[in-house]
């Protein structure tokens, strides 16, 4: 019998290396898995590069696994949310390398990574500062720079829903990035609110297809908060 | 014996004012994300009974009003990070979705603020000048780039009086050549061949005057 919910956190973040590329889903405090990023912190792993929208707010979750001194570089899109004093603290101190990437670049890098696509060409950022030494291309006329695939070793998930599959829905804004992570890693763990049984989640309804999927930990998590 | 009437003494919109001003063009039926600052002034500006559909880079089409603090719904916030409301027919999709409707020319209109637009369009609003800070970009990029048109609302002038209506942007550009039309406090311009062609200007200013408010050349209405 297939099985993938674990009864840990500990147990879900199993075997996560120093140097792993962990995608961590969330925008602003809706759909962060709040309980795996404490739960990577107790973990242990070191030099990590840390793909998430942001680069952590306030002194919790990714900003304390940042002030620890865990992460070695940030991919992110907008690193100074009001409350991002952890990182550019460590920024300015050159204690973290920092790859700045334009949101809708960031969400299809990961994307292409898990659908198998290399690499493709978008016009944003072309011509800009975040488009030097990229190489571009004309296409119709509108220059393009050549965007790589962005794939985790690990993604950390937050879904409202998950069976035993796997399969997980999200709510409202908690979508976000985590639908498009769970599809881009060797590992991908999910915290989910709820757990149901087998045959219980209507199959129209099912965001993530639990092909994606490899351990999930029931955290009844209650509503969103800042970390 | 008649007396001169006196000049309009010209009164620069408010910020609120330049919102509602925006929400004037913004006909029924178009797909409009909304940027941080003023252009998020927009959307409380539209007449009731405009179906204007808003959309959020987090993945929401639909987007409705700030709620009532009763009402708030802690799971549902857009790319400003405040709580707000999904009207009937609103839907949720996941960030990559939610960027190709951007990227792929699906949204009618981006609506954002600038530190400078130039006369050929470029637009500068994602960095400072600031030394030793990670500057953040956000989807700046994606939505100058990406939707059929972008509009840029924000002030004539820096508050130090210096223009932001260029020829060339002195700021790290978002995208090149891609702004249509620009509100200011004083004026809505269109971008056109020969530059900035003014459209309107509040009561009481001249060409003259909105021109020593402009580093760029100035098209005069024809």
Same mark, same amino acid.
């Given at each position: ?33 709040? *309980? ?76 292409? *990574? ?114 | ?10 009164h620069p919109l408010t910020s609120k004012e330049m919102a509602t001003r925006v929400a004037v063009d913004i006909p029924e039926g178009w797909y409009v994300n909304l ?188």
């Open positions: 019998m297939i099985n993938k919910f674990v009864s840990s956190v500990a147990e879900a973040l199993e075997g996560i290396a120093d140097g792993s590329v962990v995608l961590v889903g969330g925008f602003g405090e809706v759909g962060q898995p709040l *309980a795996l990023i404490d739960g990577l912190i107790e973990q242990g792993a070191r030099e990590l590069i840390l793909v998430h929208n942001n680069a952590g707010v306030g002194q919790l979750g990714l900003a304390r696994l940042l002030a620890l001194g865990r992460v070695r570089k940030v991919i992110c899109s907008f690193p100074r949310s009001s409350g991002s004093i952890v990182f550019q603290q460590l920024y300015k101190e050159r204690k973290v390398e920092l790859e700045l990437v334009p949101q809708g670049t960031l969400a299809e890098r990961i994307r292409a *990574a898990g659908a198998g696509i290399a690499g493709f060409y978008t016009a944003t950022a072309a011509g800009t500062q975040l488009g030097e030494r990229k190489e571009t291309r004309e296409f119709d006329g509108r220059s393009c720079v050549l965007e790589t695939a962005l794939r985790g070793d690990v993604a950390l998930v937050e879904a409202w829903s998950a069976d035993r599959w796997g399969n997980l829905n999200y709510k409202e804004s908690g979508r976000n990035f985590n639908p498009v992570m769970a599809t881009a890693a060797k590992l991908t763990v999910v915290q989910a609110q709820h757990m149901v049984e087998l045959g219980q989640m209507d199959p129209e309804g099912i965001v993530t297809p639990g092909i994606f999927v490899n351990r999930v930990v029931h955290i009844p998590n209650g509503i969103p908060t800042v970390p | 014996m008649m007396t001169e009437r006196a000049p309009v003494d010209p940027g941080i600052g003023i252009p998020t002034l927009i959307a409380d500006q539209m007449p009731s009974d405009r179906e204007v559909i808003f959309h959020s880079e987090n993945g929401i089409l639909g987007m409705g009003p700030v709620p009532r603090p009763e009402l708030v719904d802690p799971w549902l916030i857009n790319a400003g990070k405040q709580h707000i409301t999904l009207r009937a027919g609103g839907s949720f999709f996941h960030h990559a979705e939610s960027f190709a409707m951007i990227r792929g020319g699906h949204l009618d209109l981006s609506v954002l603020g600038a530190f400078e637009v130039a006369e050929n369009g470029d637009v500068a609003n994602w960095a400072t000048l600031e030394k030793d800070t990670a500057l953040g970009v956000g989807g700046a990029m994606d939505l100058a780039t990406g939707a059929k048109r972008l509009w840029i609302v924000m002030e004539h002038t820096t508050k130090d009086g210096r223009p932001r209506l260029v020829r060339r942007c002195s700021y790290p550009l978002t995208a090149l050549g891609t702004v249509k039309r620009v509100y200011t406090n004083l004026a809505v311009l269109e971008v056109v061949p020969q530059g900035f062609a003014v459209t309107e200007m509040i009561p009481g200013m001249t060409l003259d005057s909105l021109q020593s408010r402009t580093e760029a050349k100035l098209v005069p209405p024809s």
